[in-house]
């Protein structure tokens, strides 16, 4: 299993629309979780953390389930602004190697919202 | 605004060149890392580095070597560039963590290396 597994899309919707990204991790001593944007030749930015009990903010809703090593991104209410690719990212922590503080990438999933 | 930045932001090469990309950050962060992005793959951490004097291999350091010359400054270095280390590469810096609290990473705006 990859550390860090998302659907690399396309996703295709049309503004308004409601899409959900899903997102698994092979290391359940993982305990630091996040959805970051990143846009065309851009760099990486935080889009939101993601806590056991699920949060919120604004359009956006996050959830995770431990038992299931699953992660989850939903976008209400789809604007054109929201077309950018959205990574899954995990630490790595313990028993991994290396830091248990660095993170695990996803390979993200691309979002293109159409008028 | 705390920022961190990236020289060269576009760089053409040839192969058997050395090149070294700088990295600073105004963010009083600790932690200073190397990463590199494919087209298909992701971010794969190269080097990384928790003060001055701690110095860390990621997981494809090969061809690679670094340096924390202050705490605000990581450079990264391809002692002799292949066209294969074609790819964009992003400095991030973090603040100290506890296992408890696994802080999210800032990024510069990438370097483009092209190596040709």
């Known amino acids: 299993r990859k550390e860090v597994e998302q659907d690399p899309g396309p996703f295709n919707v049309p503004e308004g629309a409601t899409v959900a990204f899903n997102c698994t991790y092979s290391?359940?001593?993982?305990?630091?979780f996040f959805w970051y944007r990143q846009d065309c030749r851009k760099e990486p930015k935080l889009l939101m953390s993601v806590y056991s009990s699920g949060n919120e903010d604004g359009r956006f809703t996050a959830q995770l389930n431990r038992a299931s090593q699953y992660i989850s991104l939903l976008i209400r209410d789809s604007k054109l602004s929201d077309s950018a690719t959205y990574l899954c990212?995990?630490?790595?922590?313990?028993?991994?190697?290396?830091?248990?503080?660095?993170?695990?990438f996803g390979k993200g999933t691309k979002l293109s919202v159409k008028p | 605004d705390a920022d961190v930045t990236q020289t060269p932001r576009n760089r053409i090469t040839k192969t058997g060149k050395r090149i070294m990309l700088e990295c600073s950050q105004t963010k009083g962060h600790d932690r200073m890392y190397w990463y590199r992005q494919d087209p298909g793959l992701g971010l794969r951490l190269i080097y990384y580095s928790f003060d001055v004097k701690d110095i860390n291999k990621g997981e494809i350091s090969d061809g690679y070597s670094v340096s924390r010359q202050a705490q605000a400054k990581f450079s990264l270095s391809l002692e002799s560039a292949i066209p294969n280390q074609t790819a964009l590469y992003f400095c991030?810096?973090?603040?100290?963590?506890?296992?408890?609290?696994?802080?999210?990473?800032?990024f510069g705006p990438g370097t483009r290396l092209t190596v040709l």
């Open positions: 290391n359940s001593a993982s305990q630091s």
């Open positions: 991030a810096t973090s603040v100290r963590v506890d296992w408890k609290n696994i802080n999210e990473q800032f």
């Open positions: 990212v995990v630490n790595k922590g313990r028993g991994n190697g290396g830091s248990q503080g660095n993170l695990i």
